[in-house]
């Protein structure tokens, strides 16, 4: 009988096609890290180009579009390492550059994540995956730049972009790589069992109490735009939001860092989650409002998506279906009926609400994940403590939950003080928040630039700034001759 053929592209032959790598999971992780790429860009941008009031398309769709370059830089260049490298603290990592090629055709392998029992031998070997650390920096980075996006929507509509240049590097440095080191890299929460499966702590937690936190600091938006901030483009806005849906499924597609068995179920009860969320959200607008929102189901999405995302790969999926109930109903409750009763809640100005979709149903999810966390799940996902599950299974759940509340507690406390830190640093050399003028003309005043040439809006139409050609159209269109011109400054109203 002849031996079978192989073809030369499945054989390895070393240098770049290694005994290790293999093809399927290194094609899926590209594809789920460029789908979380897509979530930010084009995803949020264009969500928050659109949620918003008109004179604030701009900043806000540039506040999210810096973030994402920002983070890149800072995270090759130091931030990688300090999240995922070799111990330095038990909250962090070894500062180190990741631009090295030797370094980024070794094999993906997080170091500090190897577990020990007890009498000091291996419980849980370091986590690593069948493809090149250039896959896993990358699939890393854009989990940290979704983070600083998300966090951006709590201070949207008046916070200094130069202050928000400053803000991004700083807070990734400082909190963002404690999150994930102390979670995902091997420091204290992630050796004493601690379970986020994608990121509902490290991502949705932090970004939702930094965001609160980053609000209280620069203030509310003018009192016009706090009582009334509708979207610009309502379908623009929902592009966005699906962007953001379908993304998903490479945000917890691809956590198991394996085109396996996992990964599939984890994506399913992601999408069974966002749906129900959603419907759910959506009936108790129709039932106490007389209305269903659009904005109201994106608010549903979100969180059936954030609450899913710490237990998706852990979890059957009747637990992601009574999760789904759990988050369209309340961060309902928080945002719709809880905030109008807390003064705290009040006096802080939410831009996006924030705090509601992303930390409360963040905290939500890692409570589920103690309750729901399904042994043999555990078990395939290689969870550094051997013999875990959640309280709904009996044995020693109960003690998981106690992890999940004190993992959610330090992730808060942390973004509280460093988050407050650093918006002090940021003060003491420019303001945090746009002058007045800029606040009330918005993306004119703070970058020259609108997001619609629509005239007619109470644009300033200043002759110094647009070109002599503009100058005669404009003349012609309104019936001026040669010799008349307008004066500086003047306010069209069309």
Same mark, same amino acid.
């Given at each position: 009988m002849a031996t079978p053929v192989v073809q030369s592209a499945y054989n390895q032959t070393g240098g770049v096609s290694p005994d290790w790598l293999n093809k399927g999971d290194n094609a899926w992780q590209l594809t789920a890290s460029t789908l979380v790429g897509l979530q930010s860009m084009p995803g949020l941008v264009i969500l928050y180009g659109s949620i918003v009031k008109k004179k604030w398309a701009v900043n806000s769709a540039f506040m999210a579009l810096y973030a994402f370059a920002a983070t890149l830089l800072c995270w090759v260049t130091w931030a990688y390492k300090m999240s995922f490298g070799e111990q330095l603290l038990p909250i962090w990592g070894k500062a180190g550059t990741t631009l090295g090629y030797t370094f980024m055709l070794d094999q993906a392998r997080l170091p500090s994540t190897i577990h020990y029992y007890k009498n000091n031998t291996i419980e849980m070997p370091a986590s690593e995956g069948f493809y090149g650390m250039a896959d896993m920096?990358?699939?890393? @980075?854009?989990?940290?730049? %979704?983070?600083?996006?998300?966090?951006?929507?709590?201070?949207?509509?008046? =916070?200094?972009f130069r202050a928000w240049m400053l803000f991004c590097p700083l807070w990734l440095t400082f909190s963002y790589t404690v999150g994930a080191f102390s979670v995902w890299g091997g420091g204290f929460l992630w050796q004493w069992g601690v379970i986020d499966y994608a990121g509902g702590y490290v991502i949705h937690v932090s970004s939702g109490v930094a965001g609160f936190v980053a609000a209280y600091w620069v203030g509310p938006r003018l009192a016009k735009d706090r009582e009334r901030f509708p979207p610009n483009n309502v379908l623009l806005m929902l592009t966005g939001a699906g962007l953001l849906w379908m993304g998903w499924s490479g945000f917890n597609g691809g956590a198991p860092f394996s085109a396996n068995l996992i990964s599939g179920l984890a994506v399913l009860n992601t999408?069974?989650?966002?749906?129900?969320?959603?419907? !759910?959200? !959506?009936? $108790?607008?129709?039932? +106490?409002?007389?209305?269903?929102?659009?904005? *109201?189901?994106?608010? *549903?999405?979100?969180?059936? /998506?954030?609450? %899913? !995302?710490?237990?998706? *790969? @852990?979890?059957?999926?009747?637990?992601?279906?009574? =999760? *789904?109930? $759990?988050?369209?109903? %309340?961060?309902?409750?928080?945002?719709?009926?809880?905030?109008?009763?807390?003064? $705290? $809640?009040?006096? &802080?100005?939410? !831009?996006?609400? +924030?705090?509601?979709?992303?930390?409360?149903?963040?905290?939500?999810?890692?409570?589920? &994940?103690?309750? @729901?966390?399904?042994?043999? /799940?555990?078990?395939?996902? #290689?969870?550094? &403590?051997? #013999?875990? #599950?959640? /309280?709904f299974y009996g044995g020693d759940g109960g003690m998981q939950v106690l992890k999940q509340v004190v993992g959610a507690a330090f992730i808060i406390g942390w973004n509280i003080v460093v988050t407050t830190l650093i918006m002090f640093a940021i003060r003491f050399v420019m303001p945090l928040r746009m002058s007045e003028e800029h606040l009330l003309v918005g993306d004119d005043a703070e970058h020259g630039e609108e997001a619609y040439a629509l005239w007619g809006d109470g644009e300033k139409f200043d002759v110094t700034r647009h %070109?002599?050609?503009?100058?005669e159209m404009e003349q012609s269109r309104f019936g001026v001759r040669q010799s008349q011109t307008f004066a500086p400054n003047t306010i069209l109203h069309i």
């Open positions: 920096v990358l699939y890393q @980075f854009f989990f940290a730049a %979704i983070t600083l996006v998300l966090l951006a929507g709590s201070v949207l509509g008046r =916070m200094s999408h069974i989650c966002a749906a129900t969320s959603l419907l !759910t959200w !959506t009936t $108790l607008d129709v039932i +106490v409002f007389g209305k269903p929102s659009v904005i *109201g189901a994106v608010q *549903g999405m979100m969180t059936g /998506l954030v609450m %899913i !995302t710490p237990a998706a *790969g @852990f979890v059957p999926g009747w637990a992601a279906l009574v =999760m *789904g109930i $759990l988050a369209g109903s %309340i961060p309902w409750w928080t945002m719709m009926c809880l905030h109008k009763r807390w003064s $705290l $809640l009040q006096r &802080v100005d939410d !831009t996006l609400g +924030v705090f509601h979709t992303h930390a409360v149903a963040g905290c939500l999810g890692g409570l589920c &994940v103690g309750l @729901f966390a399904e042994p043999r /799940l555990c078990e395939y996902m #290689n969870h550094a &403590v051997t #013999n875990s #599950n959640g /309280l %070109i002599h050609s503009d100058l």
